[in-house]
């Protein structure tokens, strides 16, 4: 559309719409001058890349020339590359038929001197050099050999008849060879057992060779173990061994079948090599006999150590010790006997009596764990330099299933599960008897107990680590937080249940002593002097027993750590849980270490306070000046209270643990402050007064401070700040300490408004 025809169909009939008209047009005009401008400005950049153009089209040309010549080339390349592959190729063809040709003729002329070669070297009983004559026979192709038969069946000296000489000649000596073996074996020959074993595999019989070389060489053992066994305790006796009698008997076993796997190895990849799985053969029939000898050893491991009665004592010991638990709602069980139903008693199995067998045992099952890994790397060295890397892996998985299914596996369990439930009743009660010996020396903070207990769950654990058995050791550590969480926790709340014997504070109390006194006659003061020294004792132990646990755990997570240096995710996490159990016991043991400070709260401190925060009820905190100078001139209550606090903290300074006494200190901090503030709103201040108050809460918490190495300046922020608010000169004073529309002083600020209005209504001469 033209200018004029876009002017036509405007509506110009109106003055507005004209001058509308211009604007729009001159609007238009100047967009259009600013894009000529910009285009004028562009001009000499345009000329330039046209004047570019202009000289690279000469150039395009010559390079189009250059292209169509170097495309001729590379087409008469091409070609002469064709040619050329195509003559490659038939001279490679001619070159593989001349050495197959080659290779024929060699198997020719070897196949006849075979032929003429084992029957002389058969007759001459020459069974290594008839055997190399076979092994040559067997490498070549028989289809050849066949063939090559067809072409030259009419030859005097034909093929054929070659093959079939070797070929019976094969079967004959299969045969002699079987039979000098067994021969050797009879007579007990080992230079010609050994002799014959390499003579199999240039037979083709690799899987005979090796399953009758395996056969004897278990003879051998099983004569030498059985030998072994019948002298194990003169043996064991004569060497001071006595209670590691069939551990070492089983370490000379392993040892045995190792040092076979470790001597034949290299025979069998020099003569074996061909049938990569010729090792992992003998290792199956050597491992049956493996499991034989052990199964026999352990026959008689559980027959001279009674293992069956023994384990027979400890389960009906624990099942009685449930029962009278059970009865009696206590879990520490009487030390040597379980009273019967009918009456009597019936002995318990001394824990020392399982103690060595236990320590037989770890190290039976260590000795088997480390012939498992010493075979493992054996096999795996051997089929990595053997087999082919494609059958790695099948190779390796198929000796894993014959380890797994072994019968010394499922032996080795059976006794691991013996060792578990030896060691559990070994630790139960060895530590129900550290705590029924429990013995408390005067200066001593702690009694012997906590040393006695950890030292026997330490060595549990330990223990339980020489086994090298992931799950034992896991099995272990879960006993001993079980036990840990039982019968020694319950042995430390029992005395803090009773409370701390200070005096008859509340009804309750009252009431039992009476009934006591009425019972047994007059409590003695003795009595309550072994009372509050057992009470603290065990809190002591508490507190101390949970970093013994802490102590416990980290040791344990670096003994397990170089134990086990290469486990698995899964095994790595079920070691976590079961040390994060300790954990848990830790918690348990804080816990009652919070109960017995509480009982200290109730039966100590609250009761004392209560009398010493009441005289300061008794001092005036309206003052003059006359009365204030006399007031500090004379005892002041805040000299009185420190007094008192001091010899109430002295009095268990010595006798409690130093975090029980911070402990103990933090709690009387926080009861001062209670029971001083509900003092406070009983009286009123004027201006000298509420002075004199924030001096005296200042020297409290300064002696506080001072008597604990914990912080107990959060404790007095609450007291100090109305201790301040008591002192103001002003009510205008306030917003300098206090502004509620401020939330960041709000934060530090103890007080609510309404406590803020409560304790300043406390100044009898300031006004709201």
């Given at each position: ?6 002017l ?6 109106t003055?507005?719409?004209?001058d ?13 001058d ?26 395009l040309?010559?390079?189009?020339t250059?292209?169509?010549k ?45 032929s ?34 067809d ?17 019976d ?6 045969v ?5 073996f ?21 037979l ?18 099983s004569?030498k ?9 003169d ?22 079948f ?11 990849e020099?003569?074996?090599?061909q ?13 049956h006999?493996c ?6 050893l ?27 638990a059970?009865?009696?709602g ?14 009597g ?11 060595a ?11 088997v ?46 006794i ?33 107990m ?36 039982g ?10 249940k ?15 002593a ?5 019972q ?7 009595d ?26 980290q ?48 039966s ?15 001092y005036?905190h ?18 009185f209270?420190?007094?008192q ?27 001062v ?8 709103k009983?009286i ?27 912080s ?13 608010l ?7 004073e ?12 709000l ?20 006004y709201?």
């Amino acid at each position: 559309m033209s200018v004029v025809d876009k002017l036509a169909a405007l509506d110009l009939s109106t003055t507005e719409q004209v001058d509308e008209t211009l604007q729009r047009i001159a609007d238009e005009e100047a967009k259009i001058d600013e894009r000529l401008e910009a285009l004028l400005g562009k001009q000499c950049q345009i000329e330039a890349k046209m004047s570019g153009i202009g000289r690279s089209l000469s150039l395009l040309q010559s390079v189009d020339t250059d292209s169509n010549k170097l495309n001729a080339q590379i087409v008469n390349t091409a070609q002469l590359a064709e040619s050329v592959s195509a003559k490659v190729r038939r001279l490679d063809l001619a070159r593989c038929r001349a050495s197959e040709c080659q290779q024929r003729v060699h198997d020719l002329i070897d196949l006849h001197l075979c032929s003429q070669g084992v029957v002389k070297a058969i007759n001459e009983e020459d069974y290594e050099k008839s055997a190399t004559h076979i092994a040559r026979f067997l490498a070549m192709d028989q289809q050849l050999l066949r063939r090559t038969a067809d072409d030259v069946q009419g030859s005097i000296t034909s093929v054929s008849d070659a093959v079939k000489t070797l070929e019976d000649a094969t079967e004959r000596t299969r045969v002699l060879i079987a039979k000098r073996f067994d021969e050797a074996v009879k007579s007990d020959d080992l230079a010609s057992v050994e002799r014959f074993f390499k003579i199999f595999p240039l037979l083709g019989c690799h899987r005979t060779g090796i399953e009758k070389f395996s056969v004897y060489i278990c003879q051998k053992l099983s004569s030498k173990a059985q030998k072994e066994l019948r002298n194990a305790q003169d043996i064991a006796k004569a060497e001071s061994r006595l209670q590691l009698a069939y551990a070492d008997r089983l370490t000379a076993i392993l040892e045995n079948f190792a040092r076979v796997v470790e001597v034949n190895q290299p025979i069998i990849e020099a003569f074996y090599g061909q049938a990569p799985s010729s090792l992992i053969d003998m290792v199956a029939i050597l491992q049956h006999e493996c499991d034989a000898e052990v199964k026999n050893l352990l026959l008689e491991f559980h027959k001279n150590r009674q293992i069956q009665y023994r384990s027979k004592q400890v389960n009906d010991s624990t099942q009685r010790s449930n029962a009278s638990a059970a009865a009696a709602g206590n879990t520490i069980q009487a030390l040597g006997h379980y009273r019967k139903p009918s009456g009597g008693s019936v002995d318990k199995l001394n824990p020392k009596e399982i103690d060595a067998i236990i320590a037989e045992i770890t190290v039976m099952h260590a000795r088997v764990e480390l012939y498992f890994r010493f075979m493992r790397r054996r096999l795996q060295v051997y089929v990595e330099t053997s087999a082919p890397e494609k059958e790695q892996a099948e190779l390796i998985e198929r000796y894993e299933k014959i380890m797994k299914n072994s019968d010394l596996r499922r032996q080795m369990q059976e006794i691991l599960s013996t060792y578990l439930l030896f060691e559990r009743y070994f630790m139960e009660e060895s530590v129900i008897k550290a705590i029924g010996l429990d013995t408390y020396e005067s200066g001593q903070q702690c009694s012997s107990m906590v040393d006695d207990v950890f030292f026997i769950l330490r060595k549990s654990i330990r223990r339980s680590l020489t086994t090298q058995s992931i799950n034992g050791t896991c099995a272990v550590i879960n006993n001993v937080a079980s036990c840990l969480d039982g019968d020694f926790v319950a042995a430390l709340k029992s005395p803090l249940k009773s409370g701390y014997p200070s005096g008859y504070i509340d009804l309750a109390q009252a009431y039992n002593a009476i009934q006591t006194t009425l019972q047994q006659g007059k409590l003695h003061s003795s009595d309550a002097d072994r009372g509050r020294a057992n009470f603290l004792v065990q809190l002591n132990n508490a507190d101390i027993s949970t970093e013994y646990i802490e102590t416990l755990w980290q040791t344990m997570e670096q003994e397990i750590a170089g134990t086990f240096p290469q486990t698995t995710p899964v095994e790595r996490q079920l070691l976590d849980s079961c040390l994060t159990e300790l954990k848990a016991v830790r918690d348990a043991l804080k816990a009652t270490v919070d109960f017995g400070m509480q009982q200290l709260r109730s039966s100590v401190i609250k009761p004392r306070l209560n009398p010493w925060i009441n005289q300061f009820l008794n001092y005036s905190h309206n003052l003059n000046e006359e009365e204030l100078a006399a007031y500090e001139a004379g005892e002041t209550f805040v000299q009185f209270f420190i007094v008192q606090l001091d010899g109430l903290l002295n009095s268990f300074k010595g006798s409690l643990s130093p975090r029980n006494y911070d402990a103990l200190v933090s709690i009387l901090a926080t009861e001062v402050t209670i029971q001083l503030e509900r003092a406070i709103k009983k009286i009123s201040f004027n201006r000298l007064g509420g002075l004199v108050l924030d001096q005296e809460v200042r020297a409290l918490g300064s002696y506080l401070t001072g008597a604990t190495s914990w912080s107990v300046r959060d404790k007095m922020t609450r007291i100090s700040q109305i201790a301040t608010l008591l002192n103001l000169d002003k009510i205008s004073e306030l917003s300098e300490y206090w502004n509620p529309e401020n939330n960041k002083e709000l934060s530090t600020w103890h007080l609510t408004p309404n406590e803020v209005r409560t304790f300043l209504t406390l100044r009898c001469e300031m006004y709201l």
